[in-house]
């Protein structure tokens, strides 16, 4: 489902249709630094509507930008406070890896993974 990161009701009215989700799932989504934060906030919002059971996000990203990048996980960690848990390299497809992918688990700032 496509969903406009900066639009509150919008993650509202997702919210309240389908109020209980196992996973999120994201790609590509640190490409601009400044759709970063709008990004990190919502997924932040879904993170932490669903205690119970607790939500884990999975992002697939290619790392285009080192500052970027470094700087997604920052608001991840620091100012949103999620943990975060990166595949390991070796566990990636042989044929699609590269040292420049990234495949994480976050998980709420209330949850210990």
């Known amino acids: ?3 406009d990161w900066a639009d509150m009701q919008q993650r509202k009215d997702v ?3 389908r ?3 196992d996973y999120i799932l994201a790609s590509d989504c640190a490409y601009y630094h400044h759709l970063s934060e709008l990004f990190v906030s919502c997924l932040s919002f879904f993170l932490q ?3 119970s059971p607790p ?3 999975i992002l697939a990203m290619e790392e285009h930008n080192q500052h970027v990048y470094e700087s997604f996980l920052c608001l991840l960690t620091e100012k949103y406070g999620h943990a975060i ?3 390991p390299f070796d566990l990636l497809h042989p044929t699609y890896r590269s ?3 990234h495949v994480l688990y976050v998980y709420p ?3 210990s993974s």
Do not use: F, G
């Open 99 to 101: 040292r420049k992918i």
């Open 85 to 87: 848990k990166e595949v």
């Open 49 to 51: 509507s669903q205690l």
């Open 19 to 21: 109020p209980h989700y």
């Open 55 to 57: 939500i884990c996000a």
């Open 1 to 3: 489902m496509m969903l």
């Open 15 to 17: 919210r309240e249709a």
């Open 109 to 111: 700032s209330n949850v």
